[in-house]
């Protein structure tokens, strides 16, 4: 088969299995696994291979037109570059690995098989997303991630915290769909073409002519999609969904979705330095912002959740430099790893009985009965925490070596004021980084206190993924010489500069963390923590479910504990209880937002019911009234009809002679 067919064939077999895992859930319950992973698994494979053949070098074009639509055309095409190519790669292997952990995690879902189905859409949606060479069948993958994620997010239905956070979820990304999708018709309209070739050569030749509000208007939908400041307070109430859900949308799908448009249709960004400048900005307030506030959380997927926006936040920043070698390298490599934390969160989870660190720390033994989990997880924190070897240090590094370049005048192709923006934010970023993992890290896995009953040992399916995940994370920031041209030939090496500065700071921050969490251990002892669920033999997914609503019943709220032992309430300090809500910022967007358009929603119905149906209604009776007159008038009696006919008659002939008369008179 040539490339173009194999790479076609990528995003179509998870479709195919989507579909077939739907038709079948009910009548054949046997083939849902299998046609859940196998897919999955052979769309992956052949990403590999196309990557192989792609080799980094010249990019694979291929095109049809689907339809004549008008002066600009849509075609079905591929654009099968380096970064496309290892991008997919990413996708099909963290897609697998997810559909391979959910046969255990959601073993007993009466569920499963419309949760597996949409999972492989997902994946479908996102492959398309990165194969495709025309915006709009780009935006069919982007909106179709949208609607999956809606219903996986709030898979567990049945909970208050899932109901909300799909719909939050759902209209916070499409808020930022609305201008995304101006924009791209306006990016059309100016350059004449959806094809992304068509459009980059274009702008190279100058022929963008708003590049500012073009880039803007995209940026809003960017910023939906990729969870970035102020559109990513959707993100951490995600974590309402299943754990594996959690790790697809963190890792693979979705959030990656913006940072990779960004990184394809870079030119058209670059070509305006005030969208660039604002784009520093978004990523610098999201990098320290999130950071701030995953310090401060008890739940630790909303931890995670927050470490991911920060993490954006980086790939941002890289782009923001005009360096999207930089960008998609650190997307590669945080995909890896963060896929480790989060199924190893799940794990965690599930032997714990809660998701509240404050109540794992008053555990003992958390770290020998989940072995498997205990040593991803420390892989994958130190590689969050841009510790070398690392992936994460050698990734992390290439932006930061992009901002410093930008910000001393060598690439001049952004704004010096963004590269200072981004390498100041990055730096303080990496502080807070390496202590939130560190404290993550130190309240999951170093509890101090009784045991709780043990789940026996963990699913393979669970576990296996975890060390294959660990791999990448381990080895892929070593490939770091031998890439370069999957990366547009740009090396990616770290500099002495940045690197002693990164892990010199780093460190400070997770040594003082651990110094906090020493001096406030000795608390922990004397405040009891409840929000444990802990059911031995039961599925973890069911375990989860009832963490997450015990959590809210002990502690008022999924994202804090009255914790005086938590080493970040020490940090933070006056902070904290700003930081824990994410700096208000869902409350403000109520105050600003929600309650006038409710308020709105109020006013219009009551002028619907009291003023419109007023008059519907007043109608309605006149002519009932109406028709009550009339029937009084059909008595059935002939003489009475005679009657009034002659009574008629009478009243006519009078009206008439008068009429006469008056008539002769004048």
């Given at each position: 088969?040539?490339?173009?067919?194999?790479?076609?064939?990528?995003?179509?077999?998870?479709?195919?299995?989507?579909?077939?895992?739907?038709?079948?859930?009910?009548?054949?319950?046997?083939?849902?696994?299998?046609?859940?992973?196998?897919?999955?698994?052979?769309?992956?494979?052949?990403?590999?291979?196309?990557?192989?053949?792609?080799?980094?070098?010249?990019?694979?074009?291929?095109?049809?037109?689907?339809?004549?639509?008008?002066?600009?055309?849509?075609?079905?095409?591929?654009?099968?570059?380096?970064?496309?190519?290892?991008?997919?790669?990413?996708?099909?292997?963290?897609?697998?690995?997810?559909?391979?952990?959910?046969?255990?995690?959601?073993?007993?879902?009466?569920?499963?098989?419309?949760?597996?189905?949409?999972?492989?859409?997902?994946?479908?949606?996102?492959?398309?997303?990165?194969?495709?060479?025309?915006?709009?069948?780009?935006?069919?993958?982007?909106?179709?991630?949208?609607?999956?994620?809606?219903?996986?997010?709030?898979?567990?239905?049945?909970?208050?915290?899932?109901?909300?956070?799909?719909?939050?979820?759902?209209?916070?990304?499409?808020?930022?769909?609305?201008?995304?999708?101006?924009?791209?018709?306006?990016?059309?309209?100016?350059?004449?073409?959806?094809?992304?070739?068509?459009?980059?050569?274009?702008?190279?030749?100058?022929?963008?002519?708003?590049?500012?509000?073009i880039a803007l208007l995209l940026l809003a939908g960017v910023a939906g999609k990729s969870a970035q400041f102020p559109l990513h307070t959707w993100l951490p109430d995600a974590m309402a969904g299943p754990t594996p859900v959690s790790a697809l949308i963190h890792a693979a799908t979705m959030v990656a979705a913006g940072i990779y448009f960004?990184?394809?249709?870079?030119?058209?960004?670059?070509?305006?330095?005030?969208?660039?400048?604002?784009?520093?900005?978004?990523?610098?307030?999201?990098?320290?912002?999130?950071?701030?506030?995953?310090?401060?959380?008890?739940?630790?997927?909303?931890?995670?959740?927050?470490?991911?926006?920060?993490?954006?936040?980086?790939?941002?920043?890289?782009?923001?430099?005009?360096?999207?070698?930089?960008?998609?390298?650190?997307?590669?490599?945080?995909?890896?790893?963060?896929?480790?934390?989060?199924?190893?969160?799940?794990?965690?989870?599930?032997?714990?009985?809660?998701?509240?660190?404050?109540?794992?720390?008053?555990?003992?033994?958390?770290?020998?009965?989940?072995?498997?989990?205990?040593?991803?997880?420390?892989?994958?924190?130190?590689?969050?925490?841009?510790?070398?070897?690392?992936?994460?240090?050698?990734?992390?590094?290439?932006?930061?070596?992009?901002?410093?370049?930008?910000?001393?005048?060598?690439?001049?192709?952004?704004?010096?004021?963004?590269?200072?923006?981004?390498?100041?934010?990055?730096?303080?970023?990496?502080?807070?980084?390496?202590?939130?993992?560190?404290?993550?890290?130190?309240?999951?896995?170093?509890?101090?206190?009784?045991?709780?009953?043990?789940?026996?040992?963990?699913?393979?399916?669970?576990?296996?993924?975890?060390?294959?995940?660990?791999?990448?994370?381990?080895?892929?920031?070593?490939?770091?010489?031998?890439?370069?041209?999957?990366?547009?030939?740009?090396?990616?090496?770290?500099?002495?500069?940045?690197?002693?500065?990164?892990?010199?700071?780093?460190?400070?921050?997770?040594?003082?963390?651990?110094?906090?969490?020493?001096?406030?251990?000795?608390?922990?002892?004397?405040?009891?923590?409840?929000?444990?669920?802990?059911?031995?033999?039961?599925?973890?997914?069911?375990?989860?479910?009832?963490?997450?609503?015990?959590?809210?019943?002990?502690?008022?709220?999924?994202?804090?504990?009255?914790?005086?032992?938590?080493?970040?309430?020490?940090?933070?300090?006056?902070?904290?209880?700003?930081?824990?809500?994410?700096?208000?910022?869902?409350?403000?967007?109520?105050?600003?937002?929600?309650?006038?358009?409710?308020?709105?929603?109020?006013?219009?119905?009551?002028?619907?019911?009291?003023?419109?149906d007023t008059y519907v209604n007043g109608s309605g009776a006149v002519t009932r009234l109406l028709g009550t007159a009339v029937r009084r008038a059909q008595t059935g009696n002939v003489q009475t009809y005679l009657s009034a006919l002659l009574a008629g008659s009478l009243v006519l002939a009078i009206a008439a002679v008068v009429f006469a008369?008056?008539?002769?008179?004048?």
């Open positions: 088969m040539t490339t173009t067919t194999l790479a076609a064939l990528v995003p179509l077999l998870p479709f195919l299995g989507a579909v077939a895992g739907l038709a079948l859930g009910r009548t054949a319950p046997g083939f849902v696994r299998p046609l859940a992973i196998l897919p999955t698994l052979t769309a992956a494979v052949l990403a590999v291979i196309v990557a192989v053949r792609q080799g980094g070098g010249r990019a694979i074009d291929a095109a049809t037109q689907l339809t004549p639509t008008g002066f600009v055309p849509i075609d079905l095409a591929l654009h099968l570059d380096g970064f496309a190519v290892l991008v997919a790669v990413l996708v099909g292997l963290v897609a697998t690995c997810v559909q391979l952990y959910s046969t255990a995690y959601l073993r007993d879902d009466a569920r499963y098989p419309s949760y597996a189905a949409l999972v492989s859409l997902f994946t479908s949606a996102m492959l398309l997303v990165v194969y495709s060479g025309d915006l709009m069948v780009l935006l069919v993958g982007w909106e179709v991630m949208g609607i999956c994620s809606y219903f996986l997010v709030g898979h567990y239905w049945e909970t208050p915290e899932a109901r909300a956070a799909s719909l939050k979820a759902f209209l916070v990304t499409k808020l930022g769909d609305v201008p995304f999708l101006i924009g791209l018709f306006a990016l059309a309209a100016d350059t004449g073409s959806f094809r992304i070739t068509k459009i980059l050569a274009a702008v190279t030749n100058g022929g963008l002519d708003h590049p500012t509000l960004v990184a394809r249709m870079l030119p058209v960004f670059a070509a305006s330095g005030a969208a660039l400048t604002v784009l520093a900005v978004m990523a610098a307030v999201t990098m320290i912002g999130s950071g701030l506030a995953a310090l401060a959380q008890d739940d630790i997927k909303r931890v995670l959740a927050y470490s991911t926006i920060g993490q954006l936040g980086y790939m941002s920043g890289a782009l923001a430099v005009a360096d999207r070698g930089a960008a998609v390298f650190h997307l590669i490599s945080h995909g890896a790893f963060k896929a480790v934390l989060f199924l190893a969160a799940g794990v965690v989870i599930h032997a714990a009985g809660t998701n509240s660190l404050a109540a794992m720390s008053r555990m003992g033994g958390l770290a020998r009965r989940i072995p498997d989990a205990y040593w991803t997880m420390t892989v994958a924190l130190l590689a969050l925490a841009a510790i070398p070897p690392f992936a994460g240090f050698f990734s992390k590094e290439a932006v930061l070596v992009a901002a410093e370049h930008t910000a001393l005048g060598d690439r001049t192709v952004a704004p010096a004021a963004a590269g200072w923006t981004i390498l100041i934010a990055g730096l303080l970023a990496a502080v807070l980084t390496a202590a939130y993992a560190t404290r993550l890290w130190l309240l999951a896995f170093r509890g101090r206190g009784a045991e709780l009953p043990d789940h026996g040992k963990q699913p393979l399916a669970m576990t296996s993924v975890l060390w294959i995940l660990a791999v990448p994370t381990i080895a892929f920031g070593l490939t770091v010489g031998a890439i370069g041209d999957w990366f547009d030939g740009h090396a990616l090496t770290p500099s002495l500069t940045t690197a002693v500065l990164s892990t010199g700071v780093g460190l400070v921050g997770g040594l003082v963390t651990y110094g906090a969490w020493r001096h406030t251990t000795a608390l922990a002892a004397r405040t009891p923590i409840g929000a444990v669920a802990a059911h031995p033999g039961a599925e973890p997914a069911l375990v989860e479910a009832e963490a997450m609503t015990s959590h809210t019943a002990a502690y008022g709220t999924i994202a804090d504990a009255p914790d005086p032992a938590d080493p970040g309430r020490l940090l933070l300090g006056p902070l904290h209880r700003h930081a824990v809500t994410g700096f208000h910022l869902d409350a403000l967007y109520t105050a600003v937002f929600v309650r006038p358009v409710q308020g709105a929603a109020r006013l219009v119905r009551f002028l619907d019911r009291t003023v419109v008369n008056v008539n002769a008179g004048s």
